[in-house]
């Protein structure tokens, strides 16, 4: 099962409807009730990424996690994923991140959660973006390796399959 954060924005909202599509058990995790529109197949389930503790209903049963960036606890919210038994994580982030510019919010808090993610000691690999277009196709395509078991994804962490 993998969660996807983020699931009614451009990225996420495809990476469902590519998840889906292939069969794979997908929960879609949303602040609000209901469907929000989701393709046939996804779980929408509740929580807020604001608060580690509410995740863990939704983290029940899952092994994949895509990842927002930029919450104020993501230490909390890697030891939610870990302790429920998450083993890999897949962390959206900018291509910022690679400026080195920490006066920048943006790239601040992109770099801030890249940091975590890779403390977790949790499988990982991180998506930098730069552009997502309306459609967010660009981006969600190099993330269909997280539905892949048996494909490693090339710039993952040596642990990441």
Do not use: K
Not at 58 to 74: H, I, K, N
Request: contains cysteine.
């Amino acid at each position: 099962m993998i969660l996807v954060t983020g699931a009614t924005g451009n990225v996420g909202r495809e990476l469902l409807r590519q998840l889906a599509q292939a069969g794979q058990p997908v929960r879609a995790l949303t602040r609000g009730d209901g469907q929000a529109g989701f393709p046939p197949g996804v779980q929408a389930v509740p929580g807020d990424l604001n608060d580690p503790a509410s995740l863990r209903p939704a983290l029940q049963g899952v092994t994949g996690v895509f990842l927002l960036p930029g919450y104020p606890d993501m230490p909390g919210i890697l030891a939610e994923a870990r302790q429920a038994g998450v083993t890999r994580m897949v962390q959206l982030s900018g291509s910022s991140v690679g400026t080195g510019d920490m006066d920048n919010a943006v790239t601040r808090y992109m770099t801030e959660t890249e940091e975590a993610v890779r403390a977790s000691g949790l499988a990982w690999i991180t998506r930098r973006l730069g552009h997502v277009p309306p459609s967010g196709r660009s981006g969600a395509s190099g993330l269909r390796c997280l539905a892949a078991r048996a494909r490693p994804c090339p710039t993952a962490c040596p642990s990441f399959r």
